[in-house]
């Protein structure tokens, strides 16, 4: 069954809008262009929400980009400099994120729409905050069909400007976070990795993943990766040409969510360290590997990597993303 329904919540102004079709049942946010929550069925067929997911009177100061579309571009930028454009340097001495004013913190106007077999909604923004060239006209959508969510982006400039959009979502496939990240099989389709320097800035060397805890090719615990990888991981994966991109699944739950889209790489951020006062809507605090963000997007810092591939937005050229993450149950 198809249907949906908004709700504003008046202490924020935030419009919580929830769509559903068959068992699955997400809410998106029109600040930030928001995945918010997600319910699936666990092999049992029990619907729990999938995605960490903070109380709404956090949501205007989230310090960790919960769900949203980060833009015009995700990752680090070093010393925020592109061409004669000096963004803002929001993380140390670097841009992070499209900095504090990025897409992911502003208000978007929004549509939903009934289709024969899915329901969407879509999410439209002029930037003219972030401090980018633009200004930047994007429209993200999120269709939701019976076993999952299509995020497709179209962005468009009227100057020349670059953009590398990714959705920050993190996922916790346990249900209602009920279990930490460690519980988690971890699958990715790359053979290469970026080295990064202690600012998490890439140094320029791709390293292979084989015979080291980052080798994901066949499936591996979290929890094991984890133990050789203490402090976390939060590095760029640079993906093969290859469908599906990642696939994330717990045992217990049963539940798998498989990734596949047009995009270069994935950023895996295993959320360790970040330790926060920050009650999510399950109760706890959100604290170091309660969630992974599997941040689809072209390689980071490419900008100073030119070799790597480009990111720029010239002037009236549309540029389209895609990202599909399929929910099912084994
Ligand atoms: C990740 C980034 C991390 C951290 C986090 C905060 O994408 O790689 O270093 O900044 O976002 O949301």
């Known amino acids: 069954m198809i249907n949906y329904s908004i709700k504003k919540d008046p202490a924020t102004n ?9 068992t699955l049942k997400a809410t998106f946010l029109n600040f930030g262009a928001r995945m918010y929550e997600f319910f699936a069925p666990d092999k049992n067929g029990l619907s729990e929400n999938i995605f960490l ?4 009177k956090y949501l205007l100061d989230d310090p960790a980009q919960f769900g949203a579309l980060v833009g015009p571009v995700a990752g680090r930028i070093k010393k925020g400099q592109w061409k004669e454009h000096q963004f803002e340097l929001n993380n140390g001495q670097n841009h992070l994120h499209g900095g504090s004013k ?3 913190n502003q208000f978007w106007d929004y549509q939903v729409e009934e289709h024969e077999k899915s329901i969407s909604v879509t999410f439209k923004l002029i930037d ?4 980018y060239p633009g200004p930047i006209k994007i429209s993200n959508t999120y269709e939701l069909t019976t076993d999952a969510i299509i995020m497709t982006t179209h962005c468009i400039s009227d100057q020349d400007t670059i953009v590398n959009p990714t959705n920050h979502v993190y996922f916790n496939l346990s249900g209602n976070a009920k279990r930490d990240i460690t519980s988690h099989i971890l699958q990715i389709n790359a053979r290469k990795l970026l080295e990064t320097d202690t600012e998490l800035i890439p140094t320029g060397q791709v390293l292979p993943v ?22 976390g991981i939060d590095d760029a994966f640079w ?16 539940r798998r969510v498989t990734i596949s889209g047009n995009r270069q790489a994935v950023v895996v951020f295993t959320a360790t360290g970040l330790d926060l006062d920050l009650p ?31 990111i720029d937005l010239k ?15 084994f």
């Open 315 to 329: 002037n009236s050229e549309e540029k389209v993303f895609q990202t599909i993450y399929q929910v099912t149950t």
């Open 14 to 22: 935030i419009d919580f809008i929830t769509l559903e079709n068959g």
């Open 53 to 56: 997911s903070i109380q709404p």
């Open 210 to 231: 084989a015979g080291t805890p980052y080798d994901f090719s066949k499936g591996n615990s979290l929890k094991e990766a984890l133990i050789k990888i203490p402090a």
């Open 280 to 310: 999510m809507t399950f109760g706890d605090n959100m604290h170091s590997q309660a969630g992974i963000a599997l941040e689809t997007q072209e390689l980071p810092d490419i900008v100073n990597h030119p070799e790597w591939g480009s």
């Open 239 to 254: 993906l093969d040409d290859k469908s599906p991109q990642i696939i994330l699944s717990e045992q217990e739950s049963g």
């Open 128 to 131: 003219t905050s972030s401090g």
């Open 102 to 104: 990025g897409w992911w």
